[in-house]
Nanobody, 116 residues
Framework: QVQLVESGGGLVQAGGSLRLSCAAA?????????MGWYRQVPGKQRELVAS???????NYADSVKGRFTISRDNAKNTVYLQMNMLSPEDTAVYYC?????????WGRGTQVTVSS
């Protein structure tokens, strides 16, 4: 009942920046609460990058603190991830995540590749 569409991934050199966007199209009777970004590399578990509550409280993985910023526009049901000072270790598929009611929804993912 909630469709998430990510955009903004791509190839960037180390030290560069990218901005990811995730737009939520909701048919749920519940408001979208927490939204977030996760990432996954082959052979590893998906990990939380950053999350944000509907009220704007944020949480970050230690590895991205000070470099990434998550924000959201509740009116547009959109969440953003500004990624600065990217390193090759940030290379992964980035997935958008949203919670509405008792359900969790995922986007299809967008590839971020950071070259050294």
């Amino acid at each position: 009942q909630v469709q998430l569409v990510e955009s903004g991934g791509g190839l960037v050199q180390a030290g560069g920046s990218l901005r990811l966007s995730c737009a939520a199209a909701s048919r749920s009777m519940f408001a979208i609460n927490d939204m977030g970004w996760y990432r996954q590399v082959p052979g590893k578990q998906r990990e939380l990058v950053a999350s944000i509550t509907r009220g704007g409280s944020t949480n970050y993985a230690d590895s991205v603190k000070g470099r990434f910023t998550i924000s959201r526009d509740n009116a547009k049901n959109t969440v953003y991830l500004q990624m600065n000072m990217l390193s090759p270790e940030d290379t992964a598929v980035y997935y958008c995540n949203a919670n509405a009611g008792w359900s969790t929804y995922w986007g299809r993912g967008t590839q971020v590749t950071v070259s050294s």
